[in-house]
């Protein structure tokens, strides 16, 4: 993996000349998702603020907005670490996923929907596998889920589940086994896919709802094997 503070100060040009602690943010978030800085690192404020080239205050402001989003933590007199969840976390993950992904397959009004994006994850994730590239499976089952969510037209319900689908890449990075997590839900993204393509909005939630338990049961089996019930 590349050094994270290189893959920062390229991500500099990003920041413009009207640098946010927003998009300093959306910046970290990125790189966190992505396993760049894995769950229990530490954030140095001088090394970080340097390769992206910020003020010492738009750096902790940006912090501050990712605490807000459970996915950093601040200790006393240690500074700011990448959140490790616990087993309650994970869990509830996995509760606010079925009540946001089934409520918006429920909503979706009458077919035919708008499913380019939704195939185009299901293909990402076949091509990620091709290539042995378990990681990127697991990036591509995000996107599926993320495109499922974007069809209910709800730049809110976008907003929470971008916090949601970031926390969940903390659970994943801790995985020692990605292929035996990701394999099996690509064939389940397919099914999903299937039934929203002929319009069956019922057989698409029944499934979806069962995916997410299954998801739930194996991720914190193989959470509480790693990490136990305590997080940082």
Not at 62 to 87: I, S
Not at 175 to 189: F, I, K, Q, S
């Amino acid at each position: 993996m590349a050094d994270p503070l290189t893959q920062l100060a390229d991500d500099r040009a990003l920041l413009g000349r009207t640098s946010t602690a927003e998009r300093v943010a959306d910046i970290l978030r990125t790189r966190i998702a992505e396993g760049s800085f894995p769950p229990g690192t530490r954030l140095s404020e001088d090394s970080i603020g340097g390769a992206l080239g910020v003020s010492r205050n738009t750096l902790r402001e940006a912090f501050r907005l990712l605490t807000h989003e459970r996915l950093l933590v601040h200790e006393l007199n240690r500074g700011v670490f990448v959140r490790v969840l616990t087993v309650e976390d994970v869990e509830d993950i996995y509760r606010t996923r079925a009540l946001v992904e089934c409520a918006v397959v429920r909503g979706l009004g009458e077919p035919p929907f708008g499913l380019d994006a939704l195939a185009g994850a299901v293909e990402e994730g076949r091509r990620a596998a091709r290539e042995g590239d378990w990681k990127a499976v697991g990036t591509a089952n995000i996107h599926f889920h993320r495109e499922l969510v974007a069809l209910a037209g709800s730049e809110r319900t976008d907003e929470l589940m971008r916090s949601v689908f970031a926390e969940l890449r903390l659970a994943f990075h801790i995985v020692d086994d990605p292929r035996r997590l990701h394999e099996p839900y690509m064939a389940r993204n397919l099914q999903i896919l299937g039934a929203l393509q002929a319009g069956d909005r019922e057989a698409a939630e029944r499934l979806l709802a069962v995916y997410l338990a299954d998801s739930l049961e194996r991720v914190v089996e193989v959470y509480r094997r790693r990490v136990g019930d305590e997080g940082r």
